[in-house]
Nanobody, 118 residues
Framework: VQLQASGGGLVQAGGSLRLSCAAS????????MGWYRQAPGNQREFLAT???????GYADSVKGRFTISRDSAKNTVYLQMNSLKPEDTAVYYC?????????????WGQGTQVTVSS
């Protein structure tokens, strides 16, 4: 499984970015996919997830500003980020997971840097 994240960059506060995560093969192999981020000195933080069935979920910190979506024909999941704040600065990671009973196996992309200037 390979996950290729892209779309990060430098943006001013209030701006927008769209991250992409391209999977090697069908995204429907996974029970779900999502996005996390990690700022220096912090733990990796959950942001958003989309299930195989299309249900979405968001962390409170990004709800209303970030939107997760997918294009199954392109095997790609997106994270549209609006109204960006300096505290959104972090490395953003794409995630895919498979659950078998109580066990969950996670796959991670390489991360893409997002920097929001004030």
């Amino acid at each position: 499984v390979q996950l290729q994240a892209s779309g990060g960059g430098l943006v001013q506060a209030g701006g927008s970015l769209r991250l992409s995560c391209a999977a090697s093969g069908s995204i429907f192999r996974f029970n779900g996919m999502g996005w996390y981020r990690q700022a220096p000195g912090n733990q990796r933080e959950f942001l958003a997830t989309i299930s195989n069935g299309g249900s979405t979920g968001y962390a409170d910190s990004v709800k209303g500003r970030f939107t997760i979506s997918r294009d199954s024909a392109k095997n790609t999941v997106y994270l549209q980020m609006n109204s960006l704040k300096p505290e959104d600065t972090a490395v953003y990671y794409c995630n895919a997971f498979i659950t078998i009973g109580p066990q969950r196996r996670d796959y991670w992309g390489q991360g893409t840097q997002v920097t929001v200037s004030s």
